[in-house]
């Protein structure tokens, strides 16, 4: 385990927590950021956590995925107060930046253990969703932030918002899945089987290990978001965005 840094991991608490309470960017505090790792940047997502209490009962009711074969596995806890249901409008104050990411989201039918195989995951969805993992960064930094310190950050995480609940009795062919991206009514992005993984689903056993270490497991009615289709685009205030699935249906948000 990598050794943590318990003023890293304060300083670096401290300003995100505030700049999320005052909707503004703030520089990382001058500190030697060269050590800080991926365990300080656990530490800090539950200590935001706690500040925040978004987790009365040690549970986060839902999560976000990221990452690649390249990078590997990444992931934030969402609070409940963070999951929206389309059409959905981004109010006044709520985040600095508008990104937006097209993905698939599960809800889980029952718990998924730490030792889940590929098969017990598909066997505990209840349904996905198309849906639009909504980010925003609360560090103000010229260049792009180490993988650590954008961990720390829930990953850019601010919402996750879902489209209608969709039941397919046997698992999609991910390879032909089509994501299109509509921004004003003109496209701005469509591939087809575009999740870094293929198979969106194929980091969710990762996921179960991660948050039995990490919290109290996954359980019966979490919601996860499976990472990102058409990688992130970059909105302006007032625009109108849609995003479909083949098969799997759509969304709107502005």
Not at 51 to 76: E, N, R, V
Not at 136 to 163: E, V
Not at 203 to 224: E, F, K, S, T, V
């Amino acid at each position: 385990m990598s050794p943590q840094h318990p003023d890293l991991q304060a300083a670096l608490c401290d300003t995100l927590c505030t700049a999320r309470q005052k909707v503004h960017r703030l520089p990382l505090p001058a500190l030697d950021w060269s050590d800080f790792s991926v365990n300080d940047a656990l530490a800090v997502q539950r200590q935001q956590a706690a500040h925040f209490g978004w987790f009365p009962d040690g549970h986060p009711p839902a999560w976000k995925l990221g990452g690649s074969p390249a990078s590997g596995t990444s992931t934030a806890p969402v609070p409940a107060d963070a999951v929206f249901n389309t059409p959905w409008q981004c109010p006044p104050g709520f985040a600095v930046a508008f990104g937006i990411e097209a993905e698939i989201a599960v809800r889980l039918a029952r718990d998924l253990p730490a030792g889940a195989s590929a098969t017990d995951v598909w066997q505990a969805i209840d349904c996905l969703f198309p849906c639009v993992e909504f980010c925003d960064t609360r560090i103000d930094s010229p260049t792009a932030l180490p993988a650590a310190l954008q961990l720390a950050d829930q990953q850019s995480n601010r919402a996750i918002i879902l489209g209608p609940a969709v039941r397919p009795a046997v698992a999609p062919d991910w390879a032909r899945v089509i994501v299109r991206v509509d921004v004003n009514g003109h496209c701005v992005h469509t591939s087809r089987g575009a999740h870094p993984f293929i198979d969106p689903l194929s980091a969710l056993p990762w996921l179960a290990r991660h948050a039995a270490q990490q919290y109290n497991g996954l359980h019966a009615g979490d919601i996860i978001a499976t990472g990102t289709w058409s990688g992130i685009h970059w909105t302006a205030p007032g625009t109108a965005t849609s995003v479909s699935f083949s098969g799997l249906g759509a969304l709107t948000l502005r």
